[in-house]
């Protein structure tokens, strides 16, 4: 990448005093990373406390990231995705505990909403080979996975849906509401929340749009036959021809191609936090795990909320590359990273941990 030095190492906005460390934690980061730069959000005590961000926007090094330019955080856009079913239920137009079909009567796997947000309905690969340009067929997609049977019988087992759940959710959400899941999104969530992120970028966005960069940074997908089946068919979700195009930015693809802010994926969590955008009860419903154990399809142990991963100190979703955006109920903070060379979430954590140093809380 051309343009790399130090001033393309350099951060940029602001910490508020105390949290100075978090600043250096980040800046280290920036400094490490030889791709497109990275952003940190984290709202506490009722403000922003971090807003940070620095490194190139573009591949090339031409375009520096500043305050508004969104990148893809792959898998943080669940969260989001289910924001979309979990608003519809909560205004009781939505029943979780119904099958699926009571709403999109050709998905055929025996499964209720419930077991879709949890990622509990086995939907998670394709038998038949699908091409890249299917991502951006809604219709096609979802033909594709209604008839898909499940990888086991829904509630008996969990695994991620890695490239189809926003499909699932979204269509459900299309059915009931009418609108696609970019747009209820954009028009009920974002929105009246001033959240930055979105799904399917307009001609004036992907002007502000990161590049991806660095993929072999990324580990090899391992000996997991459903996860790779699970995460390469259709192919293309680990090329930058692919999600740095501007077909794919433009395409809905809610499991995996949002694009926001740092600002934005936080935003979220601290609306959550702070009694907005869901019930109280239906916050606890979403934030209580459904399911925990081995993940069918990634191999490792987790719990799944209603679209979001739980453990003892909150919620939150991280995405393929390193981003990540959650709520520490512990902690009392909402936190969003974001970054354009892909890699593992040690650099995350790193940060996080910094923060949580800075206001009393152990280390992650």
Not at 157 to 183: C, K, N, Q, T
Request: hydrophobic letters at 45%; a negative charge; one cysteine or more.
């Amino acid at each position: 990448m051309t343009g790399t030095g130090e001033a393309w190492h350099k951060t940029h906005g602001a910490v508020e005093p105390a949290f100075e460390r978090v600043r250096d934690a980040f800046t280290a980061v920036l400094r490490e990373q030889r791709g497109t730069g990275a952003a940190i959000a984290v709202w506490h005590d009722a403000r922003w406390v971090v807003d940070l961000w620095g490194g190139a926007a573009s591949a090339d090094g031409a375009r520096p990231w500043v305050r508004d330019s969104i990148v893809q955080p792959y898998s943080v856009t669940k969260a989001f995705a289910a924001m979309c079913a979990l608003v519809l239920a909560d205004r009781g137009r939505l029943d979780i505990d119904t099958p699926v079909q009571r709403y999109w009567p050709e998905f055929t796997a025996p499964a209720t909403v419930r077991q879709v947000l949890s990622h509990q309905a086995g939907v998670v690969a394709l038998d038949a080979e699908a091409a890249t340009d299917t991502f951006y067929d809604w219709e096609r997609m979802c033909a594709l996975l209604a008839a898909q049977p499940p990888a086991w019988a829904p509630g008996t087992a969990h695994g991620e849906s890695a490239l189809f759940y926003g499909h699932l959710v979204g269509e459900i959400v299309r059915r009931v509401d009418g609108r696609s899941p970019g747009r209820f999104l954009r028009e009920e969530v974002c929105g009246p929340n001033t959240l930055d992120f979105m799904v399917g970028l307009t001609a004036d966005e992907q002007r502000r749009a990161v590049d991806l960069t660095c993929f072999d940074n990324l580990a090899p997908a391992g000996d997991l036959r459903l996860y790779r089946r699970a995460t390469t068919n259709p192919p293309g979700t680990r090329d930058p021809s692919v999600v740095n195009s501007a077909a794919w930015r433009a395409a809905e693809i809610p499991a995996i191609n949002g694009h926001g802010t740092a600002r934005g994926v936080a935003g979220l969590y601290a609306a959550l936090l702070g009694g907005e955008v869901l019930s109280p009860a239906m916050l606890r419903a979403a934030v209580t795990a459904q399911c925990s154990g081995v993940d069918a399809v990634f191999g490792h142990e987790n719990a799944w909320g209603l679209g979001f991963a739980v453990d003892e100190d909150g919620f939150g979703m991280g995405g393929l590359g390193g981003s990540y955006g959650g709520a520490s109920v512990r902690g009392g903070y909402a936190i969003g990273f974001v970054t354009g060379t892909m890699g593992g979430h040690a650099r995350e954590e790193l940060v996080e941990n910094e923060l949580r140093a800075c206001i009393g809380v152990p280390p992650l």
